[in-house]
């Protein structure tokens, strides 16, 4: 089993900076994806970033290229995501995820309980 916390969120105004912390618990193999979604007031969670737990290797949804960074710490078993150049779109509660193999945008299966990002402008 694997459980995720996230941590990090806040308000910030627009062009700030924000970075979100996923610390993971259980076992987590080189398999494994971890990703970060979004959802906004009203929207449909969405896909932002994903990491191969492996090789490190990111993608990103066009939303978030250029602007985000996702990274981990292997040693410390924590995904992060750095936000910068913040929108007031960006406005969402922020998931951490993961999955027992290699995907991009999904589907996940296991949660943490989110963290809220606002941005205002």
């Known amino acids: 089993q694997v459980q995720l916390v996230e941590s990090g969120g806040g308000s910030v105004q627009a062009g700030g900076s924000l970075r979100l912390s996923c610390a993971v618990s259980?076992?987590?193999?080189?398999?494994?994806?971890m990703a970060w979604l979004r959802q906004a007031p009203g929207k449909e969670r969405e896909f932002v970033a994903r990491?191969?737990?492996?090789?490190?290797?990111?993608y990103y949804a066009d939303s978030a290229r250029g602007r985000f960074t996702i990274s981990r710490d292997n040693a410390k078993n924590t995904v992060y995501l750095q936000m910068s150049s913040l929108k007031p779109e960006d406005t969402a509660v922020y998931y951490c995820?993961?999955?027992?193999?290699?995907?991009?945008?999904?589907?996940?299966?296991?949660w943490g309980q989110g963290t809220q990002v606002t941005v205002s402008s």
């Open positions: 259980g076992r987590i193999f080189s398999s494994y994806t």
């Open positions: 995820a993961a999955a027992p193999q290699l995907l991009t945008t999904g589907p996940y299966e296991y």
């Open positions: 990491i191969w737990w492996s090789n490190g290797m990111p």
